[in-house]
């Protein structure tokens, strides 16, 4: 008797193929998709497990960190990044800000029939890439497929679990009067690369995401010796949302000088364009860091010594009110609250 | 930014405000009134008033184009969305004013109401043509600023002959509503002199204010919209004052002169005529204050294509919005301002759009209230 022929599978169409119902349906199709795309680009042992989740070594001593991301950017593709990368890198830096070593990331994505499975490859080899630079590998995923006209092509959703030292205590609550806070860079890169990038505002910048996994950047961070008391990424809603939501959480008031936060001169320019205040604007590569006030010099010094944190700078201090105010002392001489954003800048920004 | 960053320059702002506090007399008070929201936003937003001394009082005046409109205009807007089935192009403040029955068109929206928010009236045109079987109107809202790119939208969808394009004009004028103020002044309000508008005088030029300031005996220094711009019209304000002038002057000599924009006035002119009477929020009905439709473009005024009637509403109880725009209240004298009335929930419009007096203050000054 002679073998069994093997059922003869069309490779997937990256070139001319679409997203198809099917490519959702849980059947032959999905696994070819996951097989032939997702395998391909993202295969580690983990994810060759095949199994509805991953079975991980154990992080021994210490505790594990586990956020998630969902990521619904439009356009997808942006200068300097892409909704992959970004996947990424927003959610290796939400473990990261707490402190801990990004070990392992999730994927799931929502597609929309009729995507092109061409983009489709460009944005999974974007997210193995930059899994591949962070050296976090994603070890488990679902795909999901909607009709035409109920998605918008991608959404993907990202879950990154990693490990924390004993005795490494940062949280947005820790901020404490007299300390200081630091920011890691220019202000509003991502925010203004999306709105330049979507083709109804009709101008061009040169602009481009500053979208990066920060773990490294943390980990010079944590070594320098400098008591941290909070590690935040200020993404949506941008710095101004961030301290404010720090502000709650430690019962505390904050005061920025405005002539020290640094804003490149094309994200001011776009910014006083469009009429948007980049303190307001998202970021997907920086970090706002409070310290004690002793620490401050040192702690920046190492920000300044890592190539994501060439432009650090002090930019303001905590100190006691009971009304949890964030101010600035405006370049112009005067003063004013930084207050929470109100209503939305930007919609879809990550 | 080149031509930006020297008018928000600290250090020229430190020295002029030391020449402010030698030269204003310590024994009596200045009022002064800024007419537009751009001034207000920029006040606030660079901590201008920080360098007045104490007997200089700023008073927000009525130029900001989403808190002057009144509900019933709201209300028709949202009635075009989601009774006549139309796409609702406007700019982005607009969305969040509060209408009758609890609605705004952002909430329109969200019941499913076409409600576009576009940044230039061009995109509304080219909307309309991508879409032949859509109707499309645009909420025209502001002063003479935004009303010449209104007449040129118009102008457009003429040309392309384009029949699903029409505008629901509420563009208004600025030189009655300073008449309106100044009618108040003395009896409710003091004031001493008025900071005048920046790009509304661009179209408009120095000339029109020039009757208020013989008349009531007021100075107007026209100021561009930048914080040195405004502290310099202070000082030029209190000069005057001091010397017991009352004239028109011109700060904003880069973009301002006395005769304005002839072309944008001249399509102003040509497509729009004014209006018998138009309700203001907080000033009230004022006569020949804003624009329609000249009866050869008919065919464009969304009021005539949807025979919409407008219909007053009066503003909610507790809100104080007619008397923070006419300068007799402050924002933090309203009983609902910080408490009910927030920018996540404005219950009236003066909390909505970033120039407006309440929202200003709320979002930059609120520290000094406590």
């Not at chain 1, 154990?58 to 439009?74: E, I, Y």
């Not at chain 2, 138009?278 to 065919?299: I, N, V």
Request: net charge negative; with cysteine; charged share 20%.
């Amino acid at each position: 008797m002679s073998e069994p022929r093997k059922n003869y599978v069309r490779p997937l169409d990256i070139k001319h193929g679409r997203v198809d119902m099917a490519h959702g349906a849980g059947g032959r199709a999905m696994a070819q998709l996951i097989d032939e795309l997702f395998a391909r680009h993202l295969g580690n042992e983990w994810l060759a497990q095949g199994d509805d989740g991953a079975v991980l070594p154990a992080p021994g001593a210490g505790r594990l960190v586990m956020a998630t991301d969902s990521h619904v950017v439009s356009p997808l593709f942006f200068p300097g990044g892409d909704i992959g990368c970004l996947s990424v890198h927003g959610t290796i830096n939400d473990v990261a800000v707490m402190g801990a070593q990004p070990l392992w990331l999730s994927a799931a994505f929502i597609l929309e029939e009729g995507f092109p499975l061409a983009d489709l490859a460009r944005i999974v080899e974007s997210m193995a890439a930059a899994a591949k630079a962070a050296g976090v590998p994603i070890v488990t995923g679902d795909t999901k497929v909607v009709e035409r006209g109920k998605g918008d092509g991608v959404f993907i959703s990202t879950t990154g679990v990693g490990v924390i030292v004993a005795g490494r205590e940062l949280s947005g609550c820790r901020a404490r009067p007299g300390d200081v806070i630091l920011l890691s860079g220019t202000l509003g890169d991502h925010g203004m690369a999306i709105m330049a990038g979507r083709e109804s505002l009709g101008f061009e910048s040169p602009i481009v995401s500053d979208t990066a996994a920060l773990h490294g950047l943390i980990a010079t961070m944590l070594d320098c010796g400098a008591e941290l008391r909070v590690l935040r990424d200020p993404t949506r809603g941008g710095l101004a949302t961030t301290l404010n939501e720090i502000a709650r959480q430690s019962g505390v008031g904050m005061m920025l000088q405005e002539k020290v936060v640094p804003v490149s001169p094309p994200v001011a320019a776009a910014c006083e364009f469009l009429g948007l205040d980049p303190l307001y604007v998202a970021n997907e590569g920086k970090l706002v860091a409070i310290c004690a006030a002793n620490d401050a010099e040192r702690l920046l010094a190492a920000i300044r010594a890592h190539p994501l944190g060439a432009h650090a700078a002090i930019i303001g201090s905590v100190h006691e009110d009971p009304h949890h105010f964030v101010q600035m002392t405006t370049a112009f001489g005067g003063r004013r609250i930084v207050d929470w954003l109100s209503g939305d800048q930007l919609p879809r920004i990550c | 930014m080149k031509y930006i960053d020297e008018f928000r320059d600290g250090e020229v702002a430190q020295k002029l405000a030391a020449a402010i506090g030698r030269e204003v007399n310590p024994d009596r008070r200045y009022h002064f009134m800024e007419f537009c929201g751009g001034h207000t936003h920029a006040i606030s937003r660079y901590g201008v008033t920080d360098l007045l001394p104490d007997n200089v009082r700023m008073i927000h005046g009525p130029g900001c184009p989403v808190c002057v409109l009144p509900i019933g205009r709201v209300d028709q807007a949202i009635r075009l969305a989601l009774a006549h089935g139309v796409t609702l192009c406007t700019y982005g403040d607009c969305l969040r004013v509060p209408a009758s029955d609890g609605l705004s068109l952002l909430k329109a929206k969200a019941q499913g109401g076409d409600i576009r928010m576009i940044y230039s009236c061009a995109d509304a045109v080219a909307l309309a043509q991508q879409n032949p079987e859509k109707q499309v109107v645009f909420f025209a809202i502001g002063f003479e600023t935004t009303t010449p790119p209104t007449a040129v939208a118009i102008k457009q969808a003429a040309a392309l002959g384009l029949k699903n394009f029409s505008v629901l004009c509420c563009h208004v004028l600025t030189p009655p509503a300073i008449a309106s103020i100044m009618e108040g002044v003395d009896e409710q309000l003091q004031l001493d002199g008025f900071v005048g508008p920046a790009h509304v005088s661009t179209i408009i030029g120095s000339r029109p204010y020039e009757p208020f300031a013989a008349q009531y005996r007021k100075p107007v220094v026209i100021a561009g919209f930048e914080p040195l711009d405004v502290l310099l019209a202070i000082r030029m304000l209190i000069r005057q004052v001091n010397e017991g002038r009352a004239e028109v002057e011109n700060e904003f000599v880069r973009a301002v002169d006395r005769d304005g924009n002839r072309k944008a006035q001249a399509l102003m002119d040509e497509v729009f005529e004014l209006r018998e009477n138009f309700e203001w929020r907080g000033l009230g009905t004022l006569p020949h204050s804003a624009r329609r439709l000249r009866a050869e473009f008919a065919e464009f005024d969304a009021e005539r294509r949807f025979v919409l009637a407008y219909r007053p509403v009066a503003d909610h109880k507790g809100c104080d919005c007619g008397e923070i725009l006419r300068g007799i209240k402050r924002p933090q004298e309203c009983k609902l301002f910080g408490t009910v009335c927030t920018p996540e929930n404005p219950v009236g419009s003066c909390m909505v759009s970033s120039e407006g007096a309440c929202a200003a203050h709320y979002t930059y000054g609120r520290y000094k209230d406590v």
